[in-house]
């Protein structure tokens, strides 16, 4: 996990020590906090949405009960984009630069984020980004941070369909995993051409269209893309997040 990831950790153990409970419970109570902050920014007819999100099957059973740390990237990432649509620019680029250090998918918002904003506060955005992820990283400074991500990416799979099928035909994985790679460069090129001036739904589609093409995929890793639902009303998002 990225180095946010591991701050998060080990401020809930200081909190909750070894209790699974305890650990639940505080991160419950993030959540609340942060759906809380998204929710007060939210029109009534996105709050209506936001209700189809927290009662579907796949928030209630990834998000509620197993709590996963996707449902915390998704929160986040919803709430930067509420956060630019205010022309909050540097509170945004700060909850962005959050979401990223806890996981990387928020980095494929990051180019759909220019469209949200008004020009002149756009430097300010990205740099409250950047700042917020060098922070972030400051504690892990001479340790290989990425060893691990590397790995995944080299040898993980998981529920892949895509890579299911091209493996047994090309017989490495790396051809494999390149494969993917460019499909996956292509999904989110496609998106860019014809939704980049739509930042919200465009984010949502981004992050399942990478998805589609990943060597590892579980339903958790959905949330985000759910927690989109209330600014990126798409009939898709509703059908598969009460299916996954």
Wanted: glycine fraction near 6%; aromatic fraction near 10%; hydrophobic fraction near 60%.
């Amino acid at each position: 996990y990225p180095p946010g990831a591991q701050l998060l950790f080990s401020a809930t153990s200081v909190m909750a020590g070894m209790s699974p409970l305890g650990w639940k419970l505080v991160w419950l109570a993030l959540i609340v906090l942060l759906a809380i902050a998204a929710t007060s920014m939210l029109s009534r007819d996105e709050r209506f949405l936001g209700l189809i999100v927290i009662s579907s099957p796949l928030f209630m059973v990834h998000a509620l009960a197993d709590i996963h740390l996707d449902v915390l990237v998704g929160l986040l990432l919803l709430l930067s984009f509420l956060l630019a649509r205010r022309q909050s620019a540097t509170m945004a680029g700060i909850v962005m630069g959050l979401g990223i250090s806890l996981k990387y998918a928020p980095v494929l918002a990051l180019p759909f984020m220019w469209f949200a904003l008004e020009g002149g506060k756009r430097p300010r955005y990205y740099a409250a980004v950047v700042l917020t992820v060098i922070l972030a990283y400051l504690p892990y400074i001479g340790q290989d941070v990425l060893g691990n991500t590397r790995m995944f990416a080299e040898r993980w799979a998981a529920n892949a369909l895509f890579y299911s099928a091209i493996l047994p035909v090309v017989e490495q994985p790396g051809t494999a995993r390149m494969i993917l790679l460019l499909c996956m460069i292509a999904a989110f090129v496609a998106v860019w051409i014809r939704m980049r001036t739509q930042p919200g739904p465009a984010i949502a589609l981004s992050v399942v269209g990478v998805l589609m093409f990943s060597p590892v995929v579980h339903a958790w890793y959905l949330l985000p893309a759910l927690l989109m639902l209330p600014v990126a009303p798409m009939r898709s998002i509703i059908v598969w997040s009460a299916t996954s």
